[in-house]
C-alpha cells in the first residue's frame, strides 16, 4: 500500500473517531475525554483544535424567523423522513415544537430553528412561506449542503434574509434560489462561495424590488445555465458582472429580461462560444443605452430583435454595428 492511500485510511479513521467522539460529548456536554486523555491524543495524533474545528462542521445550524401577524400557515417545509432533524422553539421557551405550523391565536415574535448536520439539502427549506418577515442565519459553520434549489422562492413577504454566516462551499445547485422574493429590496452575498454552483437559472427571478445586487464576489467558472438569472429585476439600477466567467454557459435566455432600470451593462468579459440560447437575453431593457458586448459570438445570434425586443432603435444600430450584423 503507498503512502498516499495509507494517509487517507488513517484520516478516514481519526475522522470517524471524531464523529463518534463528538456525539458522545455532545450527549454528555463535555470535552474532558479528549482534554485529558494524551494518550489518546497522541495515538490518534489529534489535538483539542482538531476537535474543536471538527464539532464545528457538525454544529446545528440555527435559524430565527420572524413572523409576519398571527396567520395560521407553514412557516417552514420539513421533510417527512428528515423530521427528527429539525428542532423548533418559540419565542425563548426550552420547549421543543413539534410542528411547523403557527396557529391563529398564537402571539409569536420570534422562532428558533435548530437543523441537525444529517440535513444535506435546502432545497424547498422557505418555499412559499408567506407568514415571515424576516429570516436570519445565526450560526452556520457546516459545509455539507449541496442544493439551495427553491430555498427562498415565492417568499413574497420576506423583507430581509440575513445571511451574516452562511456556508455554500459544496453547493452546486442556487437555481430558483431567490424566486420572487418580491419584497426584498437588498441582499447581502458576500460570504457566498460560488466554486462549484452549476445552475443559477432563475437565481433572483422577479426580485423586483431589489435596487442594487453586489455579486463581485461569484465564481461562476462551473457554471452552465444563467437563463432567467436576472429576470424583472425591475429596480435594478446598476450590475457588476466583471467577474463573470462564462466559458461554459450554454444558456442564457432572458438573462436580464425587464431590468427596466439598468441604464448601462458591461460584459466586455462574456464568452457566449457555448451559449445555444439568447432569446429574450435583453427583451424589454428599455433604458439601456450602453451596452458592451463586443466579444459576443455573432454566429449563435440568429435573430437580434428577439433578443433586443423592446429596447431601444439606436441600442440596436450600436449592437448591429458592433457584431457586425
Known sequence: MNSRNKSSIEKLKSDF?????????????????????????????????????????????????????????????????????????FDNSKEEIKRNKLNKKEKIKMIKIIIDYQVKSFKNLFSHIKCIDSITFKKYYRNNITDMSFMFAYCSKIKEINLPSFNTDNVTNMSYMFYKCSSLKELNLSKFNTDNV???????????????????????????????????????????????NTDIVTNMGCMFYECSALKELNLSNFNTNNVSNMNHMFNKCSSLKELNCANFNAKKITNINEIFWGCSGELKKKIKKILKI
Open 17 to 89: 473517531f471524531l464523529q463518534k467522539l463528538y456525539s458522545y460529548m455532545k450527549k454528555n456536554k463535555s470535552l474532558n475525554i479528549m482534554k485529558y486523555n494524551q494518550k489518546l491524543q497522541k495515538r490518534l495524533n489529534l489535538s483539542i483544535k482538531d476537535y474543536k474545528e471538527f464539532s464545528q462542521l457538525y454544529t446545528p445550524i440555527e435559524i430565527e424567523l420572524q413572523p409576519v401577524g398571527n396567520r395560521y400557515d407553514v412557516f417552514i417545509n420539513i421533510p417527512e423522513k428528515e423530521k427528527d432533524y429539525y428542532h423548533i422553539y
Open 198 to 244: 452549476k445552475d443559477m437559472g432563475c437565481m433572483f427571478y422577479e426580485c423586483s424590488s431589489l435596487k442594487e445586487l453586489n455579486i463581485t464576489n461569484f465564481n461562476t467558472d462551473n457554471a452552465t445555465d444563467m437563463s432567467y438569472m436576472f429576470y424583472k429585476c425591475s429596480s435594478l439600477k446598476k450590475l457588476n458582472l466583471s467577474n463573470f
